[in-house]
């Protein structure tokens, strides 16, 4: 062999070994937390491997410990996860098709490579890890945070976040506790201030009404609404009643008994409506509104993520924007506005959230608490409906190794 030819392979052999070793220090960098001290790139975590019913959840102790990609991730040791109906929509395949864009925005993947799939939209837990660029959390702080719908969710021993995507955790809450408002809380704020154009300024004295008031979001909305100065009426059925009162629901309208509208038409006319039940709703609850004051109706309940799925995207998006115009037009001419509202994920929204907590302003509704092995016997109960207040389940102690 030449002397040069010997050079060359000598210098690959050097460069080959040196990448090994970087490559070695990143992983180990990223790595360094997990679920036992012998394998670094594994943790247990429920996770689903094809859409369905509640049959398709799975237990497994070997699903991908989360590594940061990016220098604004942080790494959260999950406390306890929040289970929304969110959640029973993905297993079952809901949104499927945008939420795969999202993830491959360019379809370099194969088709099904979200699995095994994650779900849990609602976290509270400890810091383990922070990227380079996160300035304003450091290990070992306690969060909460409600994680986009095209991440791996929170039914799992540890997560990945962005920086923005997480707050600190209120002061005055448990990790269980915490863990039954993030997701409810940014859904709320999202339809209310990003999409309503409300603020604690700007609320006192002015009638809201909440179709749907005993769920998630209608608990947390009453509160906020409350909080700032508005008079709330809801719709909710009669057993529900009492409880909406005790969160500061002036006005309880039953649906139960008959039309809900015919009674609610009967009340003074209101300056924001927050539907989360959809259907026919629509077809009378603008006609509540006080017409030409900027009054605002604002449903959670859209076609977006449905037209994706069953027409593609492309044709989704037009179908959808062609929808939204129509309506939102239709509703102009009488002196209203018709608003899509939509869940999202923001750490500063639940800044301002977590000192509401933290001052008494609102508080958490917890249904019912299950142990991580009770995973699936959760899902049954979401399965059933008629919530009151939110299903959370307990994975871990902040000081669990």
């Given at each position: 062999?030449?002397?040069?030819?010997?050079?060359?392979?000598?210098?690959?052999?050097?460069?080959?070994?040196?990448?090994?070793?970087?490559?070695?220090?990143?992983?180990?960098?990223?790595?360094?937390?997990?679920?036992?001290?012998?394998?670094?790139?594994?943790?247990?975590?429920?996770?689903?491997?094809?859409?369905?019913?509640?049959?398709?959840?799975?237990?497994?102790?070997?699903?991908?410990?989360?590594?940061?990609?990016?220098?604004?991730?942080?790494?959260?040791?999950?406390?306890?996860?929040?289970?929304?109906?969110?959640?029973?929509?993905?297993?079952?395949?809901?949104?499927?098709?945008?939420?795969?864009?999202?993830?491959d925005p360019l379809n370099i993947k194969q088709s099904g490579n979200e699995f095994p799939l994650i779900l849990g939209r609602d976290v509270s837990g400890v810091i383990m890890e922070c990227g380079l660029d996160v300035k304003y959390f450091k290990g070992g702080d306690e969060v909460w945070a409600a994680i986009p719908p095209w991440k791996q969710g929170s039914l799992a021993e540890f997560v990945v976040l962005s920086g923005n995507e997480i707050s600190f955790k209120p002061k005055s809450l448990n990790h269980t506790e915490a863990a039954s408002l993030p997701y409810v809380a940014n859904t709320a704020w999202s339809a209310l201030v990003n999409t309503g154009g409300l603020n604690k300024d700007n609320c006192a004295n002015k009638r809201f009404?909440?179709?749907?008031?005993?769920?998630?979001?209608?608990?947390?909305?009453?509160?906020?609404?409350?909080?700032?100065?508005?008079?709330?009426?809801?719709?909710?059925?009669?057993?529900?009643?009492?409880?909406?009162?005790?969160?500061?629901?002036?006005?309880?309208?039953?649906y139960t008994v008959g039309p809900v509208e015919q009674p609610l038409r009967a009340l003074e006319k209101f300056d924001l409506i927050l539907d989360n039940i959809g259907g026919d709703t629509e077809q009378w609850a603008l006609d509540l509104l006080k017409p030409w004051t900027g009054a605002k109706y604002v449903t959670l309940v859209t076609p977006f993520l449905q037209n994706m799925d069953l027409l593609g995207?492309?044709?989704?998006?037009?179908?959808?924007?062609?929808?939204?115009?129509?309506?939102?037009?239709?509703?102009?001419?009488?002196?209203?506005?018709?608003?899509?509202?939509?869940?999202?994920?923001?750490?500063?929204?639940?800044?301002?959230?977590?000192?509401?907590?933290?001052?008494?302003?609102?508080?958490?509704?917890?249904?019912?608490?299950?142990?991580?092995?009770?995973?699936?016997?959760?899902?049954?109960?979401?399965?059933?409906?008629?919530?009151?207040?939110k299903t959370v389940v307990h994975i871990s102690n902040p000081g669990d190794d």
């Open positions: 062999m030449s002397i040069s030819m010997h050079f060359i392979c000598r210098n690959s052999a050097l460069l080959f070994k040196n990448k090994v070793l970087c490559l070695n220090s990143v992983i180990s960098r990223t790595r360094q937390f997990s679920s036992t001290k012998n394998c670094l790139n594994i943790m247990p975590a429920w996770v689903i491997d094809k859409y369905g019913g509640n049959d398709v959840l799975r237990f497994t102790k070997n699903a991908a410990f989360p590594i940061i990609n990016y220098p604004n991730e942080v790494i959260v040791k999950v406390c306890a996860a929040g289970l929304n109906p969110l959640d029973v929509s993905m297993r079952a395949g809901y949104g499927a098709a945008t939420l795969s864009m999202k993830r009404l909440i179709i749907g008031g005993a769920g998630g979001v209608g608990t947390f909305a009453i509160q906020m609404l409350k909080a700032w100065g508005g008079h709330v009426t809801v719709t909710c059925s009669q057993n529900a009643e009492q409880f909406v009162r005790g969160l500061g629901a002036d006005h309880v309208v039953d995207i492309a044709d989704g998006m037009m179908q959808t924007a062609a929808t939204m115009t129509t309506k939102a037009l239709k509703h102009l001419t009488k002196g209203v506005h018709y608003r899509w509202g939509f869940f999202t994920p923001s750490g500063p929204a639940l800044d301002e959230i977590k000192e509401m907590v933290d001052d008494g302003q609102i508080r958490p509704v917890v249904e019912e608490i299950f142990s991580f092995s009770q995973v699936s016997e959760a899902f049954e109960k979401m399965d059933r409906g008629h919530a009151r207040g």
